[in-house]
């Protein structure tokens, strides 16, 4: 099985999120501290996850480890459980991956104790929490290491440096909540920056949609030779609403994070999503918070690709109104569309 590296060499990849609302949907998980407590509270909600990601496309299983980190399990009281937390959610990766050829990817993330005007004492915070999940992903057996929700480019590339240290290809990403890094840099030179220090792909995940993040992609595609990473939400952001954050009903009240149902992007539209990121040169497309299976399997089909869920892709024409000679089976059903 070729690696990370190889892979994105031969084709472009299709990775997949979006677990935390994903389990959160299914009543497995808590909105607000998001702390992955289902993979040891309930794995099989997890590993049928990774199951039906994997047959939608995914070609990566990320290990559910985002907000895994210590400082999270020390805010809901289950610190000890960190090292169990970060193993189970590797396994439980790497099971579903070998029923389907896939790569495992252990993951870090924003920690929200980086601090710029103390970069040197809050990092070495930082730096030692990255360790611990760094290298248990490293010993069950983790293909690579994606960074991603970067809100600061100091706190990515510390992510980067320890990826380095043991070892495996990295893919660093940014959260795009505003068009710099909270510490001033703007995203295609910050991802600019990662390459430089040696990083294997660089590119955005989260915060915004599908259309407010491909324009910043075509930018950092431009600034940087090596891999370019694009997963957004699949809202409908706009460019006065630019993210999901910011996102409000016609009311005027913020609908991040619950109800944002009404700003949900269709299948299509994460199809279109894919075939416009590849058409600008990005390499590992996927989908983040909001991101379901069947986004997947569309914007795999999208990619021309024939995947197991493809055995269940719609086929309107066997359906008993809006089949075949749908004009004469509306006189039957006069009131159907209402």
């Not at 996850?49 to 990566?60: I, M, N, P, Q, S």
């Not at 929700?149 to 990403?173: C, H, K, M, R």
Request: contains cysteine; negative net charge; proline residues 5%.
């Amino acid at each position: 099985m070729t690696g990370f590296r190889e892979r994105l060499e031969g084709d472009v990849m299709l990775g997949a999120e979006g677990y935390l609302f994903e389990l959160e949907r299914r009543g497995y998980l808590k909105s607000g501290p998001y702390v992955p407590e289902v993979v040891l509270d309930f794995p099989d909600a997890v590993r049928e996850l990774h199951r039906e990601l994997l047959r939608a496309g995914a070609e990566v299983m990320v290990a559910f480890t985002y907000y895994g980190h210590r400082e999270k399990l020390r805010m809901i009281g289950r610190e000890q459980d960190l090292e169990p937390l970060n193993r189970q959610a590797l396994r439980l990766a790497k099971e579903a991956a070998e029923e389907g050829g896939a790569l495992v990817a252990g993951n870090i993330c924003n920690t929200w104790v980086y601090d710029p005007e103390a970069p040197d004492s809050s990092g070495e915070n930082v730096r030692e929490m990255y360790r611990e999940q760094v290298g248990w992903a490293v010993e069950e057996g983790a293909d690579f290491i994606i960074s991603e929700t970067n809100d600061y480019l100091g706190e990515a590339l510390i992510g980067l440096e320890v990826i380095q240290e043991f070892g495996l290809p990295s893919l660093v990403s940014f959260a795009s909540s505003d068009a710099r890094t909270i510490d001033g840099y703007e995203l295609d030179e910050a991802c600019k920056r990662l390459e430089d220090r040696g990083a294997d792909a660089v590119g955005l995940n989260c915060s915004r949609g599908p259309q407010t993040m491909l324009p910043i992609i075509d930018r950092i595609r431009a600034s940087v030779d090596c891999f370019v990473a694009a997963q957004p939400v699949p809202y409908r952001t706009t460019s006065e609403q630019p993210t999901y954050q910011s996102l409000r009903d016609a009311n005027g009240n913020r609908v991040f994070p619950l109800a944002l149902d009404p700003f949900l992007c269709t299948r299509f539209e994460m199809a279109d999503f894919a075939i416009s990121a590849r058409d600008v040169g990005v390499n590992y497309i996927g989908v983040c918070c909001g991101g379901a299976p069947h986004h997947v399997r569309a914007m795999a089909e999208g990619l021309g690709r024939t995947v197991p869920a493809s055995r269940y892709s719609p086929d309107l024409s066997l359906h008993p109104i809006l089949g075949n000679n749908v004009q004469e089976k509306e006189k039957r059903f006069a009131d159907w569309r209402d």
